[in-house]
């Protein structure tokens, strides 16, 4: 069974479009993530949800909207898409420590987003 | 700004060389872990680090933790093309030792001439 899984894998889509991107995780995690991958790799934190709370929110533009129906799922909308939107999106979860550092994050098998 | 930074960005190497990314921090982290991403594939753990000084060895690959928490390194012997990928750091955000907020260095990719 899949740990972590996004739909959809890939994602072609014109600009100025609004788009989603749906994650569940059955690890029985409480908390889940949304980074952005760009074309050098570089991984950045976007949003964080821990029990369907928001806990972090990165600067990302307003036109990117999470939704945590529950602990399970964690779903990003993206509005007016742009052509600098075009990334690898990845879902990842982990369990929320209070103390004693921090769990593995376990991450989806990703979303390739191509604005054009 | 970015809490872990990480070098070097590209490394090529011939099958059977060596192979060492270094992630360094500004401030003492609490714990540091890694990752691996094969090409086309997600990120994966490999490993955490909590100890000052600490060394841990899977197979080939070595992680070691800076004394003063504020550096660690990744070191695989004789590489092999399985090896191929991005590797990453990843530490705490300034002053945190817990919770869910990981910074992720810019990762070193790995090539792997067979």
């Known amino acids: 069974d899949t740990a972590v899984s996004q739909t959809p894998k890939y994602l072609v889509t014109q600009m100025g479009n609004d788009k989603s991107i749906k994650c569940e995780q059955n690890?029985?995690?409480?908390?889940m993530y949304w980074y952005k991958q760009d074309s050098k790799k570089f991984l950045k934190i976007m949003f964080s949800?821990?029990?369907?709370?928001?806990?972090i929110n990165e600067t990302v533009p307003n036109r990117f909207s999470p939704k945590s129906p529950d602990k399970a799922h964690l779903n990003l909308h993206i509005n007016s898409l742009e052509l600098g939107d075009s990334a690898v999106y990845f879902c990842?979860?982990?369990?929320?420590?209070?103390?004693?550092?921090?769990?593995?994050?376990?991450f989806g098998p990703g979303t390739r987003l191509t604005v054009l | 700004g970015q809490q872990v930074m990480q070098i070097p960005q590209y490394q090529h190497v011939q099958e059977g060389e060596d192979f060492t990314t270094y992630c360094n921090s500004s401030t003492t982290l609490s714990n540091i872990q890694w990752y691996k991403q094969r090409p086309g594939g997600h990120p994966v753990f490999l490993i955490q680090l909590v100890k000052s000084g600490e060394v841990k060895k899977q197979k080939r690959l070595t992680f070691q933790f800076g004394e003063a928490k504020k550096n660690s390194s990744l070191h695989i012997t004789a590489t092999q093309t399985t090896d191929v990928g991005t590797y990453f750091c990843?530490?705490?955000?300034?002053?945190?030792?817990?919770?869910?907020?990981?910074?992720f260095g810019e990762g070193t990719q790995l090539t792997v001439n067979p």
């Open positions: 690890l029985g995690h409480d908390t």
């Open positions: 949800y821990n029990n369907k709370e928001l806990i």
């Open positions: 990842a979860s982990s369990h929320y420590r209070t103390s004693g550092g921090f769990d593995t994050q376990y």
């Open positions: 990843a530490g705490p955000r300034r002053g945190e030792t817990s919770g869910s907020r990981l910074t």
